[in-house]
Nanobody
Framework: QVQLLESGGGLVQAGGSLRLSCVAS????????TAWFRQGPGKEREFVAA????????YYADSVKDRFTISKDNFKATTALQMNNLKPEDTAVYYCARRPGDSLSRLSNEYNYWGQGTQVTVSS
């Protein structure tokens, strides 16, 4: 049974940092791309970042490029999202997700496994 469990969310002031973590189980972690999405109040779920099976290829949304860094540890089956210089518009529930295979998609409906989400709130 595939499971994704996020942690690390919280309340932070603008300009601050948070590190999110996603622990995976139930599948061969080093064979799949994993991604982070977020959903802000009244907004649709949007792509944030993704990392391929080896960790060598990373993808980012333009809105978080140069501020967020995605990484993974295949031995620990963990994907992390380091978020720096946070802005109020980064406030959202952040989700870890997995889709079939290792190809990138920025569309949430192409991911079939999701964590429960972790809340990130950035105050101004």
């Amino acid at each position: 049974q595939v499971q994704l469990l996020e942690s690390g969310g919280g309340l932070v002031q603008a300009g601050g940092s948070l590190r999110l973590s996603c622990v995976a189980s139930g599948f061969t972690f080093n064979s799949y791309l994993t991604a982070w999405f977020r959903q802000g109040p009244g907004k649709e779920r949007e792509f944030v970042a993704a990392i391929n099976w080896s960790g060598r290829i990373r993808y980012y949304a333009d809105s978080v490029k140069d501020r967020f860094t995605i990484s993974k540890d295949n031995f620990k089956a963990t994907t992390a999202l380091q978020m720096n210089n946070l802005k109020p518009e980064d406030t959202a529930v952040y989700y870890c997700a997995r889709r079939p295979g290792d190809s990138l998609s920025r569309l949430s409906n192409e991911y079939n496994y999701w964590g429960q989400g972790t809340q990130v709130t950035v105050s101004s």
